[in-house]
């Protein structure tokens, strides 16, 4: 289950990220989305029907897309408009993909750019180009669908990257699969003008957050920029798959997922565990 408040102004678009995000807990898993219930908060006495309308139209409009059945829902009046699902999806038992199965040897391949929290963060604030609206709002819409099919029988473990951000998904990998993660953030992909955003001091409260909580856990080399590092904590909503891959496996999956237009970056490996969970290298 998962719902969010609005990262961009236009409706339809939100109620699709929307979808899209709630779906991706199921995708990480090597899962198959079957149905769905929305969650809905809306201020019914001063909001827009119109703009109602045009949410849920945005959110089941990728469901058809993912071949998801909408089975009904619940909505409370809200002064904060909230908007998600609750998704059920089926997996054999043997094929569930979890974030305890890295091993030694892996190498990590990330499946979407990263910066969503500082764009969002930019757009609040009025200073976002329109040119990295649309790139940011059709990465968020795109399901992990794709990825999650070219990573069955394949990936080791694997997570969808959202509110924790980069780091915090890998350590919780790092932490389950009791390996040390080492991330090459020069290989790291971002989003256009996500670094020069955070360099200009746009950051959300959740990536300060991130920061303070997982950050004893990072070990940073010198050489890392600043604004590197700050990004590499932001929040993503819809965010990509960090998959754990065999590194004789990697080139095969790559393919797989430029066959389906996904550009799959190998962006670290899976070490034995050290003395944290996470290292960073420049």
Known sequence: M???????????????IAAANSLSDIYAMGARPTVALSILGF??????????REIVRGGAATLRQAD?????????????????????????????VSIAGARAGDLLVLTKPIGTGILATALKRGVLAPDRL????????????????????????????TGFGLLGHARNMARASRTTLRVWSAAV??????????????????????????????????????????????????GGLLM????????????KLALARIRGTVIGEVRPRGRRPLEVQA
């Open 2 to 16: 998962d719902f969010i408040t609005p990262v961009v102004d236009d409706p339809f678009d939100y109620g699709a």
């Open 43 to 52: 201020p019914s006495e001063t909001g827009d029907l119109n703009v109602l």
């Open 68 to 96: 998801v059945q909408l089975l009904g829902g619940h909505s409370v009046r809200d002064p904060e408009i909230k908007f998600g699902y609750a998704v059920t999806g089926e997996v054999h038992p043997r094929r569930i």
């Open 134 to 161: 649309r790139s940011m709002t059709l990465q968020m819409k795109r399901l992990n669908r794709a990825a999650a099919e070219a990573m069955r029988g394949i990936a080791h473990a694997a997570t969808d990257v």
């Open 189 to 238: 992909p971002f989003l256009p003008g996500a670094l020069e955003l955070v360099a200009e001091g746009i950051a959300s409260a959740g990536l300060s957050s991130n920061r303070d909580g997982i950050g004893p856990e990072v070990l940073f080399q010198e050489g890392v920029p600043h604004p590197v590092r700050e990004a590499l904590f932001d929040p993503q909503t819809s």
């Open 244 to 255: 754990s891959i065999p590194a004789s496996r990697v080139n095969a999956l790559v393919k």
